[in-house]
């Protein structure tokens, strides 16, 4: 098992805040229908169907800038980005799509229970390439203020209206295995695994 060694703090992520670090990978694993943990509730939740050939494009965008609310009309696509997962609360960034990583291999997401903390988590692997990438992707934005240093994960064509899934803030370099945690719920954990998987 890894060491937990790099964390970020993040400001969203299915309506919720959320945090990504790097997966220990000590998370028991179980389905609905499988043993319960401690706590009477099950430890994780299955992974999507998805596969990589029909998948919508995945990628990490580093962002510009941040504003409540949503996105001017006379954005130009491509360049801001609105994340509505909470209606209540949009909010548009300003990315740099030239230097955003496309993901190009197979991303794994899993919901899965924390027992210690009580919470609901998202655990991504990234792999190969992809992987080195974010590495080195999240190693230069942790160097940067807020907001230069969050990093939109985005689903979805660029020139077809993608969406925003979260915008964590990166605080030190993740290696390609990450952990997505914030105020999910079971099905909303399983959903964002669901969008990430391919």
């Known amino acids: 098992m890894q060491e937990n060694l790099f964390r970020t703090v993040a400001l969203r992520a299915a309506a919720a805040v959320a945090v990504l670090a790097l997966a220990a990978c000590s998370s028991e694993t179980a389905d609905d229908d499988r043993e319960p ?27 510009r800038t941040s504003t409540p609310g949503a996105c001017p009309s006379s954005a130009r696509e491509g360049t801001w980005l609105a994340d509505t ?13 030239d230097t955003a990583l496309r993901v190009s291999g197979p991303v794994e997401a899993e919901a899965a229970f924390a027992e210690e903390q009580g919470t609901w ?3 991504v692997s990234l792999d190969g390439a992809d992987a080195k990438r974010f590495g080195e992707l ?61």
């Open 37 to 63: 943990g401690p706590s009477g509730r099950p430890s994780s939740a299955a992974p999507s169907e998805s596969s990589t050939g029909d998948a919508p494009p995945l990628a990490f965008a580093p962002v």
């Open 85 to 97: 997962t909470d209606p209540e609360s949009p909010v548009c960034y300003g990315v740099q799509e």
């Open 138 to 198: 999240t190693e230069r934005l942790s160097k940067q203020a807020p907001p230069q240093n969050q990093l939109a994960i985005v689903l979805g064509e660029w020139e077809a209206e993608p969406r925003v899934l979260s915008a964590p803030s990166v605080v030190q370099p993740l290696r390609g295995q990450l952990q997505i945690s914030g105020a999910f719920t079971q099905d909303s954990a399983r959903a964002l695994a669901a969008e990430l998987n391919r």
């Open 121 to 123: 988590l998202v655990n």
